[in-house]
C-alpha cells in the first residue's frame, strides 16, 4: 500500500512562508499528477496546485504568484512553497498523488494525512 508522509505544517505570522513536503513512498511504478489541497475551517476542500509528471504547474487564483509547487522525481516528493501568507491562507493542507503501483493495472488516486498551516498574529 502506498503511503504519503507530509511534513513542515506550522503556525506562522501574516507575511511568512512555509514549505511543505510530501513523499510517497511503498511500492510504486510511476506517479503522474501530483497536487496540494487544503481545506480551511468551514470551508469546502479546495485544490491548490497541481503538477504533471513532466513538471508543468497550474494553479488556483488565490495563490497564484505566492505558493509555487514542484515535485522530486527521484525521491517521490512533492513540495509547496508558500511565500507572504495571510490569515485566509489557514487551513489544513493535503497532498495528492496519482500513482500506478503496476505496469498491467490503472493507477490510483492517494491522500496524505493532512498537515495544519495557520497564519495569525
Known amino acids: 500500500q502506498v503511503q504519503l508522509v507530509e511534513s513542515g505544517g506550522d503556525l506562522v505570522q501574516p507575511g511568512g512562508s512555509l514549505r511543505l513536503s510530501c513523499a510517497a513512498s511503498?511500492?510504486?511504478?510511476?506517479?503522474?499528477?501530483m497536487a496540494w489541497y487544503r481545506q480551511g475551517p468551514g470551508k469546502a476542500r479546495e485544490l491548490v496546485a497541481t503538477?504533471?509528471?513532466?513538471?508543468?504547474?497550474n494553479y488556483a487564483d488565490s495563490v497564484k504568484g505566492r505558493f509555487t509547487i514542484s515535485r522530486d522525481n527521484a525521491k517521490n516528493t512533492v513540495f509547496l512553497q508558500m511565500n507572504n501568507l495571510a490569515p485566509e491562507d489557514t487551513a489544513v493542507y493535503y497532498c495528492?498523488?496519482?500513482?500506478?503501483?503496476?505496469?498491467?493495472?490503472?493507477?490510483?488516486?492517494?491522500w496524505g494525512q493532512g498537515t495544519q498551516v495557520t497564519v495569525s498574529s
Open positions: 511503498g511500492t510504486i511504478f510511476n506517479i503522474y499528477n
Open positions: 495528492w498523488a496519482d500513482i500506478r503501483q503496476q505496469r498491467f493495472l490503472r493507477s490510483s488516486a492517494y
Open positions: 503538477i504533471t509528471s513532466l513538471g508543468s504547474t
